[in-house]
């Protein structure tokens, strides 16, 4: 428990950095853009692939990683379903069921998992599966129902995963562990100094982003939002709690491991998705600021009644 609250400390006081930076605009209005597109284009790319291609590929691939995975779904299609029932529309739907399967396992999943849980390989599956399988599933489905009438080519939706450099540095990371090819110190040497000042700035762009933000849902998406909050930091925390301690009978540590990802909150990349798409943007924001909130007592509260 020590170990948990010293690694949840670290993490708020940076986070906390970033906020006074969003707040006093230090960075100037692209400062969080120039940060993000730095980590999304090459420091997260070292991170993973760095720790995944030195790493046994059954500590990537393993039963945490399998249950973060099913819980995402089950909660998707939860909300799919309701939403169907309930005739929000397709693309809202789709927007709301991102919103609640979708984590935060970059900004704020990589360095809670690294910190607190010891490495950050533990959301490296749940990463993967929502780079690769999720977000070009849903994206798809809003691009074939945009208003305009613009499709999507064959080339352009297989590709989607493979646009992403996070996407392709794990990928190749899994490659090089499963085959058991050593990378040679001169190349890791670079990858891992520039991996080190990675977890900060993502930590310190999360915090930044928070400045702003209203959880406050338009009237139309309350129930959207409400039904999102719920399945998101409960429902889906405990389901994953369940699997590993009933089915999969796993240890107390690996049991918090896969509780903790199923508490991480809904992704910022949820938020772009609907500005982008026009569509379920107060839906998105809102229930990212909400279990944001929510993340920091559940994980703890997690971390004491599993000790």
């Known amino acids: 428990m020590d170990g948990v609250l010293k690694g949840f400390f670290v993490v708020g006081v940076v986070m906390f950095v970033g906020y006074v930076l969003g707040r006093s605009n230090a960075l100037g209005p692209q400062g969080t853009k120039v ?56 693309r809202r739907t789709t927007i709301g069921a991102l919103a609640t399967g979708i984590v935060n396992s970059t900004n704020l999943g990589v360095p809670l998992s690294q910190y607190v849980m010891g490495s950050a390989t533990y959301v490296t599956p749940i990463m993967l599966f929502q780079l690769a399988v999720i977000t070009p599933i849903a994206l798809t489905i809003l691009d074939l129902t945009n208003p305009d009438g613009t499709k999507p080519s064959l080339r352009r939706i297989l590709a989607t995963p493979f646009r992403n450099p996070v996407t392709v540095a794990a990928i190749l990371g899994i490659i090089v562990s499963a085959v058991g090819i050593e990378i040679p110190t001169l190349v890791l040497d670079p990858l891992r100094l520039i991996a080190q000042v990675t977890v900060p700035l993502m930590l310190i762009i999360f915090g930044m982003s928070l400045h702003g933000l209203s959880p406050r849902a338009s009237s139309s998406d309350s129930a959207p939002t409400f039904l999102a909050v719920v399945l998101k930091s409960a429902i889906q925390p405990a389901l994953a709690w369940l699997l590993a301690s009933y089915v999969f009978h796993l240890d107390d540590f690996n049991t918090f491991v896969v509780t903790a990802c199923a508490i991480l909150p809904t992704g910022q990349n949820v938020v772009l998705y609907a500005v982008r798409y026009r ?4 839906l998105a924001q809102t229930t990212a600021v909400i279990t944001s909130a929510l993340a920091v007592p559940l994980l703890l509260g997690a971390a004491w009644l599993l000790n």
């Open 35 to 90: 940060l993000s597109s730095l980590t999304f284009l090459v420091g997260l790319p070292s991170l993973m692939f760095s720790m995944i291609a030195t790493r046994h590929i059954s500590e990537v691939l393993s039963e945490t990683g399998l249950i973060s995975v099913v819980t995402a779904v089950a909660m998707m299609a939860v909300f799919a379903l309701v939403g169907a029932i309930a005739r929000w529309g397709v």
């Open 279 to 282: 569509v379920g943007q107060s």
